[in-house]
C-alpha cells in the first residue's frame, strides 16, 4: 500500500467517524489505528535497531539478517493514542438545569431523558472512570513490557508484574462496582450436602473479609449478611476480597499466556487476533440479541470498543511479524495483548468466558509447567529446531543430565500418553525430550513441517476451540449454572 493509498484510506476513515455510533466510530478508528502502524513500523525499525534492539531470527537459512526487536510498542502506543481519542465519540455529559439541581427525581429524569434519546448507545460519562482505568491499566502495562525488553528482567521477578499494572483497575472496580458474588453452578449445590458445603465456604470467607475489613477498614463484600436468595433462583457465594486475588490471577495469567505461546513468526500477534475475533463474535452476540437486559449489552459493547481498535493494530503488526518476519514483536506487545482480554473480561463482568477462550493457553501452561517450575530441565531457549537442509521445523529437545525418579517417572508417563517424545541411550536410559509447549507437541504429532505452516495449524486449532466455546458458553452454561443473560432458549 502506497503512501497515496495510506493517506486516502486515512481520510476516508476519518470521514466516516460519527459521534453518535461508537460501532462505526471504533471501526474507523481501528483502520486509523492500521494506517498509523504500518506507517511507522518500517520509519522506526532502523533507529530500534541503533539503539540495541535487534535480534536475528534464527529458523531462517543464512545469511541470517538482524531484524528490529520490541515493535509491538508502535502498536501499543498507536492503541493509547485511539483509546483516548475514542472518547468524546463513546461518552456524553448528562446536562441538569439550575432548576433541577435541588430536586433528585427532576435530575434522574433529565439524566435518562438524554440517555435514551440518542439512536446510538452511547456511555454515559459516569463510566468514564472504568475506561480510563482500562487505559491507565494498558499504559502500565506497556511501560512495564518495555522495561523486560530493554532489560531483560528474570521470568520469576517479570511473572508478577502485570499484577502491578492492573492496580489501577482494581481500584476503580472497587469503587464503582465491588460485585464479588459469583453464581454457584445448580448441580452442586443439589447434590447431597451441596448447600452445607456452600454454607461451610460463606464462613470461611466471611472470616477472611472480617480480618481485611479489621486491619484495613474497607468492605469488600458485595452481598448483606443477612441476604437471602430468593426460592427458584441460583446460589451466589460472596467471595469478597478473594474475588480481587481472582481478577489480579486473570491480569497476572492472561499476559503471561500469550508470551509462553510464543516463539514462530507470526504466533504471538496471530493468536492475539484470533482471540480478538473469538470475543467480538461473542460480543456480538450479546448486541445483536434482542432479549439480553441493557446491563449485559452495555458490558458487551464495553469490550467491543476496546476490541475493534485492537485488531486495526494488531494486523498493522501482524504483516509485518508475519513469515518471513521483517520485525520481532517482544515481550511489549505481549503484556499489551492479554492485558487487553484481562479488561474486557473484567470490566465486561465475563472473567470466566475469558478462561475457556484461553483453554488452549491455559493447556499451554499446564503442559509446560514441569519445565518453568524446574521439576524437568528447561533450557533458556523451547523454540523448534530449524533444519537447514529441508527448511522445515522440528521439535527441539532439552537433555536430561540429572536421572532422578520424578522427572523419570514424568517423562515416561508422557511418552505413553504420545505427549512426548524421548531419545535414550544405549542402556535405555532418557537423554532428550522434546520441549513442553505446545509448538513442539503439535510437530511430535503432525512431523515436521514449514513455519508457516505451524503457526497456521495452531491458530486454527485455537479458532476452532473458541468458537466451540461461544456455543458451549450458550448452551451448556446456562444448563450448569441455571442462569445465563444469553442462552439462545436453552433453560
Same mark, same amino acid.
Given at each position: ?15 466516516? @467517524? ?34 540495541? &534492539?535487534?535480534?536475528?531470527?534464527? =529458523? ?41 439541581? =435541588?430536586?433528585?427525581? =427532576? ?27 482500562? $487505559? ?51 448441580? /452442586? ?21 472480617? !480480618?481485611?475489613?479489621? $486491619? ?31 481478577? =489480579? ?6 499476559? %503471561? ?33 434482542? %432479549? ?24 498493522? &503488526? ?10 520481532? !514483536? ?9 492485558? @487487553?482480554?484481562?479488561? !474486557? ?68 508417563? /508422557? ?27 503439535? &510437530? ?40 445465563? %443473560? ?6
Amino acid at each position: 500500500m502506497n503512501k497515496y493509498i495510506r493517506l486516502a484510506v486515512f481520510g476516508g476513515a476519518l470521514a466516516f @467517524v460519527h459521534p453518535n455510533n461508537p460501532l462505526q466510530t471504533a471501526v474507523c478508528f481501528s483502520i486509523i489505528g492500521y494506517v498509523t502502524t504500518i506507517t511507522l513500523i518500517p520509519r522506526l525499525s532502523e533507529p530500534f535497531k541503533g539503539i540495541g &534492539l535487534k535480534g536475528k531470527d534464527m =529458523s531462517k537459512p543464512p545469511p541470517v539478517r538482524e531484524l528490529p526487536e520490541s515493535m509491538g510498542i508502535v502498536s501499543a502506543v498507536t492503541y493509547l493514542f485511539i483509546m483516548f481519542s475514542l472518547i468524546p465519540f463513546i461518552f456524553f455529559k448528562y446536562l441538569v438545569s439550575f432548576s433541577a439541581l =435541588s430536586n433528585d427525581q =427532576s435530575m434522574l429524569n433529565t439524566y435518562t431523558t438524554q440517555y435514551e434519546s440518542t439512536k446510538s448507545q452511547l456511555f454515559p460519562h459516569n463510566k468514564l472512570a472504568e475506561y480510563l482505568s482500562a $487505559v491507565l491499566c494498558l499504559q502500565s502495562t506497556t511501560l512495564l513490557g518495555l522495561f523486560d525488553d530493554l532489560f531483560d528482567i528474570r521470568w520469576r521477578h517479570k511473572f508478577f508484574l502485570p499484577a502491578v499494572a492492573s492496580l489501577p483497575l482494581l481500584i476503580v472496580y472497587y469503587v464503582d462496582f465491588s460485585v464479588t458474588s459469583v453464581v454457584i453452578p445448580s448441580f /452442586l449445590t443439589d447434590l447431597k450436602g451441596g448447600e452445607q458445603a456452600l454454607e461451610f465456604l460463606n464462613f470461611f470467607i466471611r472470616l477472611g473479609n472480617h !480480618v481485611v475489613t479489621s $486491619v484495613t477498614g474497607l468492605s469488600f463484600s458485595s452481598l448483606p449478611t443477612d441476604y437471602v436468595i430468593p426460592e427458584n433462583s441460583p446460589k451466589l457465594l460472596d467471595l469478597g476480597i478473594f474475588y480481587y486475588f481472582y481478577m =489480579s490471577a486473570v491480569s497476572i495469567f492472561s499476559p %503471561n499466556s500469550i508470551n509462553i505461546l510464543a516463539g514462530i513468526n507470526g504466533l504471538e500477534v496471530g493468536q492475539s487476533v484470533v482471540l480478538a475475533i473469538i470475543f467480538l463474535t461473542n460480543d456480538f452476540c450479546y448486541l445483536f440479541s434482542s %432479549n439480553v437486559s441493557q446491563a449485559a449489552y452495555d458490558s458487551h459493547l464495553f469490550s467491543v470498543i476496546f476490541i475493534i481498535p485492537f485488531i486495526g493494530v494488531s494486523l498493522g &503488526l501482524l504483516q509485518y511479524n508475519w513469515f518471513p518476519a521483517r520485525v520481532f !514483536v517482544g515481550d511489549t506487545y505481549c503484556y499489551f495483548s492479554g492485558m @487487553v482480554f484481562a479488561i !474486557v473480561g473484567i470490566l465486561g463482568h465475563f472473567s470466566k468466558t475469558l478462561l475457556i477462550f484461553l483453554l488452549p493457553q491455559i493447556l499451554n501452561f499446564i503442559y509446560s509447567a514441569p519445565q518453568i517450575f524446574g521439576v524437568i530441565p528447561c533450557p533458556r531457549h523451547r523454540l523448534p529446531r530449524f533444519n537447514l537442509k529441508d527448511g522445515l521445523m522440528y521439535p527441539s529437545f532439552g537433555e536430561l543430565k540429572k536421572q532422578g525418579p520424578v522427572p523419570r517417572l514424568l517423562l515416561n508417563i /508422557l511418552e505413553k500418553l504420545k505427549l512426548i517424545k524421548i531419545e535414550r541411550g544405549n542402556e535405555g536410559q532418557i537423554v532428550k525430550f522434546s520441549n513442553m509447549t505446545i509448538i513442539n507437541l503439535f &510437530l511430535v504429532w503432525f512431523g515436521p513441517m514449514r513455519e508457516d505452516s505451524l503457526c497456521l495449524l495452531i491458530l486454527g486449532v485455537q479458532l476452532l476451540v473458541g468458537f466451540s466455546m461461544i456455543a458451549v458458553r450458550h448452551t451448556v452454561g446456562p444448563w450448569l449454572f441455571g442462569y445465563d %443473560n444469553l442462552s439462545w432458549g436453552v433453560k
